[in-house]
């Protein structure tokens, strides 16, 4: 990630900004361009698991030590949009990149750009790898150690059906009270002429609150479903 926008086409572009607004509330996943035109918390709510990952990664950092640090999440549950937020959130203090691995780039020139990215600023760098092979996470990690003089932390994300020993940082589909309002401010926001679905919101607030389980989906479905 650069630290000034890059995607200079869609500046003060709106229409793009409402068009990629409406897409992500409908279950897709923000492009970058969108983070760097308003920034965090415009479109996505913050999530209760978010410090904890950012808690762990900031260790290696200050160690200066090679990782992965493994997140999983249920499917549903705004695991990859909770990825870009701790990205952005890191990518004003180090070098951080978004990595496909399924992408056509060989591996070595993938090490050559860490290995620039650390010789500028000396410092870690991270990497977001969302969805690839556990495999081929692993085995990248092994040839950076081996091929590469740059501390690298991989942040990894990893979609799993439900919580089992030892996933330790684990996201579920079901929020928190505080999610839920969080989560019930933004869908609000996508339908503040329809009194009924405003209603239903504030219900999944209401029933969360009470002590029973909702999930991030329900959210988007009370305000799209009729769609």
């Known amino acids: 990630l650069y630290l ?3 995607y200079t086409k869609c500046l003060q572009d709106v229409n793009s900004l409402e068009e990629e607004g409406d897409n992500f509330f409908r279950g897709g996943s923000l492009r970058w361009f969108a983070w760097y035109e308003v920034g965090h918390g415009h479109f996505d709510a913050e999530r209760d698991l978010m410090s904890n990952i950012m808690k762990k990664i900031r260790v290696r950092i200050v160690e200066n030590r090679s990782s992965i640090v493994t997140r999983y999440h249920a499917p549903g549950s705004g695991g990859t949009t909770l990825a870009q937020r701790v990205l952005w959130n890191f990518h004003t203090e180090i070098p951080c990149a978004h990595v496909k691995l399924r992408s056509n780039l ?3 020139a993938l090490i050559e750009r860490i290995e620039m990215m650390y ?3 000396h410092k870690p760098v991270l990497l977001l790898v969302d969805g690839d092979d556990e495999g081929r996470v692993k085995q990248l990690f092994r040839t950076l150690k081996i091929n590469s003089r740059s501390y690298t932390i991989i942040l990894y994300v990893k979609r799993f059906p ?3 020993k030892g996933k330790e940082i684990f996201l ?3 929020v ?3 999610e839920a309002k969080r989560l019930a401010l933004k869908f609000k926001n996508q339908c503040r002429e ?3 679905k405003q209603e239903q919101l504030s219900k999944l607030c209401e ?4 002590g029973n389980e909702r999930q991030v989906y329900e959210f988007g479905l009370a305000t799209y479903l009729h769609e």
């Open 4 to 6: 000034s926008n890059p």
């Open 106 to 108: 060989p591996t070595a």
């Open 119 to 121: 010789a500028k600023t």
């Open 162 to 164: 439900y919580r089992a």
């Open 172 to 174: 579920h589909g079901k």
């Open 176 to 178: 928190s009270h505080q």
């Open 194 to 196: 329809d009194a009924k």
């Open 207 to 210: 029933d969360v609150e009470k």
